[in-house]
């Protein structure tokens, strides 16, 4: 029910944009985020926002450098990723929770990052 994708490899200070696609929820009141994980590391949340795209919240590692926001022409969630580090490697996953509710109910498959030079 949610399709990750857009990964790849990029250069540091580079660009990529990922998209969510969503399909088969009951409802539309929900909230997408996108958490990572980086190799021997702990998940860690990215960034989240209304299914409209509105409200969006950043962790404060990527504040400034990447954007959440609804595509509507392609009718999913993107991650614009700018100014790319190193440490921004890592398996990308998207995942919905309903509004209301603190758990993460549906989760991605995931998409794969390398930031290197």
């Known amino acids: 029910q949610l399709q990750a994708s857009g990964g790849g490899w990029v250069q540091p200070g580079g660009s990529l944009r990922l998209s969510c696609a969503v399909s088969g929820l009951p409802s539309n009141q929900y909230i997408l985020a996108w958490f990572r994980q980086a190799p021997g590391k702990e998940r860690e949340f990215v960034a989240n926002?209304?299914?409209?795209?509105?409200?969006?919240a950043y962790a404060a590692s990527v504040k400034g450098r990447f954007a959440i926001f609804r595509d509507s022409a392609k009718d999913t969630m993107a991650l614009e990723m700018n100014n790319l580090e190193a440490e921004d490697t890592a398996v990308y996953y998207c995942?919905?929770?309903?509004?209301?509710?603190?758990?993460?109910?549906?989760w991605g498959q995931g998409t794969l990052v390398t930031v290197s030079s």
């Open positions: 995942a919905v929770r309903w509004t209301g509710v603190s758990r993460y109910e549906y």
């Open positions: 926002a209304f299914w409209s795209g509105r409200s969006p």
